[in-house]
């Protein structure tokens, strides 16, 4: 079967730096994506990787490990605004996107 | 660039009535668009995935008869949920492939459906 497998929800402190992680298994693989979703919205996009490595992009960065099936999103000098649910996704060999069941990331002052 | 609308952003219904919900890419044409339900606190669920002037292949689960997709042309896709239960109450939301990104899939803003 396919799989994608996320924390549930994590805590982090306004100001801190939080690492999500992400591990999956599916039929093929064209790249993992990381969608940011604020309550009652529809997911935005933060990153996509297809090649193992780092991607930078401001405050955020993602990681992929294709022979560990493994990803991560880093968030840094967290803002208050950054709390909700981050999605990841794998677009698989007939390019669906497979996704996670999301983390809830909780920002405190 | 890559925007994709809904329309409408919410609707309220009665049960057993139809209701349409249309979903545009405004600067690209679309290959491909999906539609996916979200309940509160649960993640995106595909429901099916429709190619511009071919049916809509349907996730398992999912009744083609009740979710009606119509892909006419390359930036229009419209799901219509008929006869609508108070268990049809959900987020819906179309993402759009195509562009210069034949991967990435742009995401509309969803649209909220009650039905009473």
């Known amino acids: 079967g396919q799989n994608i497998d996320q924390p549930t929800e994590m805590t982090a402190t306004e100001g801190a730096i939080v690492q999500i992680n992400c591990t999956y298994q599916?039929?093929?693989?064209?790249?993992l994506f990381w969608y940011q979703q604020h309550a009652g919205e529809a997911p935005t996009f933060l990153s996509y990787?297809?090649l193992d490595g780092l991607e930078e992009k401001g405050r955020f960065s993602s990681f992929l490990s294709r022979s560990k099936g493994y990803s991560y999103l880093l968030l840094k000098e967290l803002q208050m605004k950054d709390s909700a649910s981050y999605l990841c996704a794998v677009s698989n060999g007939n390019y669906q996107l497979i996704w996670g069941a999301g983390t809830k990331l909780i920002i405190k002052p | 660039g890559a925007v994709v609308s809904q329309h409408p952003s919410w609707v309220i219904c009665k049960s057993g009535t139809s209701v349409k919900i249309e979903c545009r890419s405004l600067?690209?044409?679309?290959?491909?668009m999906f539609w996916y339900r979200q309940f509160p606190k649960q993640s995106l669920m595909l429901m099916a995935t429709?190619?511009?002037?071919?049916?809509?292949?349907?996730e398992q689960g999912v009744e083609k008869d009740k979710f009606l997709i119509n892909h006419a042309s390359l930036t229009l896709s419209t799901l219509t949920v008929t006869s609508a239960h108070p268990e049809d109450s959900s987020f819906y939301i179309c993402?759009?492939?195509?562009?210069?990104?034949?991967?990435?899939?742009?995401f509309g803003p969803g649209t909220r459906l009650t039905v009473l």
């Open positions: 429709s190619n511009e002037g071919s049916k809509a292949t349907y």
């Open positions: 599916t039929s093929g693989f064209n790249g």
């Open positions: 990787n297809v």
């Open positions: 600067d690209f044409q679309a290959t491909t």
């Open positions: 993402s759009a492939r195509g562009g210069t990104s034949d991967n990435e899939q742009f």
